[in-house]
């Protein structure tokens, strides 16, 4: 690394450099965050349609025959 930064000036290693890795790491997590948004979104509409079609299979099924309909 020191060959890369020999010859740049002092506020380029000091400042530039890690304002530019800041940057890129908030930007990584960003969308780190926005793909565990859509899994766990997807993942609630799953259990929800799961738990209706459980529920609705349930109690159409206690209630009454399929001859019914």
């Known amino acids: 690394m020191s060959e890369v930064t020999?010859?740049?000036?002092?506020?380029?290693k000091w400042?530039?450099?890690?304002?530019v890795a800041?940057?890129?790491f908030i930007s990584l997590?960003?969308?780190i965050k926005w793909i565990v948004g859509i899994?766990?979104?997807v993942l609630v509409f799953a259990v929800v349609?799961?738990?209706?079609v459980f529920v609705v299979r349930?109690?159409?099924?206690?209630s009454s025959s399929r001859s019914d309909w």
């Open 6 to 12: 020999k010859g740049l000036p002092w506020w380029v």
């Open 15 to 19: 400042v530039a450099i890690p304002i």
């Open 22 to 24: 800041f940057v890129a």
């Open 29 to 31: 997590i960003g969308l």
């Open 39 to 41: 899994v766990f979104s």
């Open 49 to 52: 349609v799961a738990g209706l």
């Open 58 to 62: 349930k109690f159409s099924s206690s």
